[in-house]
């Protein structure tokens, strides 16, 4: 029994040793790892700044001329509940459904695309689409659909 507590007393000797190390050789770096992260404040997408907003700045500019929401979301959730007046514009058939929504989103718009949260990337790709075809007015809702409908902002639809 003594023989494994001592196994034990030098393995976490080792690891306490490696963990001080590892956190000097990061102090001393130039280019150190941040102790927080901090999320980026906008994102480039093809030289285009398309800044990420919280859910209380969106609603700012709800309602608002020249700005339109878009939902990058699957269809049964845009069809359940979105964004009042929200155009749906997902990045599976983007293609296929721009022609049906461009009429909808003048260039000279202002575009606040939102998906499910933070880890999504489907804003980011409907962002990257419209880039190409020359928009570059665009702002991402980081926090997402479920942000907005917690905070009591207007909505679409019916839960099921």
Same mark, same amino acid.
Request: aromatic share 10%; with cysteine.
């Given at each position: 029994?003594?023989?494994?507590?001592? &196994?034990?007393?030098?393995?976490? *000797?080792?690891?306490?040793?490696?963990?001080?190390?590892?956190?000097?050789?990061? *102090? &001393?770096?130039?280019?150190?790892?941040?102790?927080?992260?901090?999320?980026?404040?906008?994102?480039?997408?093809?030289?285009?700044?398309?800044?990420? &907003?919280?859910?209380?700045?969106?609603?700012?500019?709800?309602?608002?001329?020249?700005?339109?929401?878009?939902?990058?979301?699957?269809?049964?959730?845009?069809?359940?509940?979105?964004?009042?007046?929200?155009?749906?514009?997902?990045?599976? @058939?983007? @293609?296929?459904?721009?022609?049906?929504?461009?009429?909808?989103?003048?260039?000279?718009?202002?575009?606040?695309?939102?998906?499910?949260?933070?880890?999504? @990337? +489907?804003?980011?790709?409907?962002?990257?689409?419209?880039?190409?075809?020359?928009?570059?007015? +665009?702002?991402?809702?980081?926090?997402?659909?479920?942000?907005?409908?917690?905070?009591?902002?207007?909505?679409?639809?019916?839960?099921?």
């Amino acid at each position: 029994m003594k023989e494994y507590l001592w &196994i034990l007393v030098r393995a976490v *000797l080792i690891l306490v040793c490696a963990s001080i190390i590892g956190l000097g050789v990061n *102090l &001393i770096n130039p280019k150190s790892l941040p102790w927080k992260y901090t999320p980026p404040k906008e994102l480039d997408v093809r030289g285009v700044k398309v800044p990420l &907003i919280d859910e209380k700045t969106a609603y700012m500019l709800f309602g608002s001329e020249g700005t339109v929401f878009v939902d990058t979301r699957k269809r049964e959730d845009y069809a359940e509940r979105h964004v009042q007046g929200a155009v749906f514009l997902t990045p599976e @058939e983007k @293609e296929e459904q721009f022609s049906a929504v461009q009429p909808l989103l003048p260039e000279e718009a202002r575009l606040i695309l939102y998906c499910y949260g933070p880890e999504c @990337e +489907m804003a980011e790709q409907v962002a990257d689409f419209l880039a190409q075809l020359g928009y570059n007015n +665009m702002m991402i809702m980081s926090a997402g659909f479920h942000a907005w409908e917690e905070a009591g902002y207007p909505v679409e639809g019916k839960r099921k």
